[in-house]
């Protein structure tokens, strides 16, 4: 179980947690990129990356027997934050699609001036927690 912490008074923040309580086992996800899994990009599209990145996420997470529903913490760095903005309604529905509507994850989005492989335009690095049984 997830206890989302919203201290009161404070704006509700839109589509994350301010923060995230839960106990369980950790499972802590390197951070991902939009190639796939031969590790070749299939697009330099900024919303195809954000997909595949999330795709790799999921079966990463599938190999600890999580789910997405499992994700308490994501840290997100782009390489253009124009354009993660610009683009946010389809970024939106790639994550909907991967990830559901989980809108109880803490979240960090950082632009940065470039990620380790020259074609990547995003990366995602995830913390999830199996509860206990």
């Known amino acids: 179980m997830k206890q989302v912490l919203q201290p009161a ?10 923060g995230v309580a839960t106990e369980g ?5 390197a951070g991902q990129i939009g190639w796939n899994a031969r590790c070749e990009f ?6 195809a990356q954000v997909r595949q990145a999330l795709s790799n996420v999921v ?5 600890a027997g999580a789910r ?5 913490r994501m840290t997100w760095y782009v390489t253009d934050k124009r354009e993660y903005l ?7 529905a790639a994550y909907r ?8 994850v803490a979240m960090t989005a950082v632009q940065v001036s470039a990620l380790m492989e020259d074609r990547a335009q995003v990366e995602i690095e995830v913390t999830a927690v199996i509860p206990p049984a």
Not at 42 to 47: A, E, R, T, Y
Request: charged share 30%; glycine share 10%.
């Open 9 to 18: 008074g404070w704006a509700l923040p839109r589509g994350y947690a301010n």
């Open 86 to 92: 610009a683009r946010g309604k389809e970024v939106g």
């Open 42 to 47: 299939d697009s330099d599209d900024f919303v």
């Open 59 to 63: 079966a990463v997470l599938a190999e």
């Open 25 to 29: 086992r950790q499972v802590h996800v």
């Open 68 to 72: 997405p529903e499992h994700i308490v």
């Open 97 to 104: 699609e991967l990830i559901g509507r989980r809108y109880d």
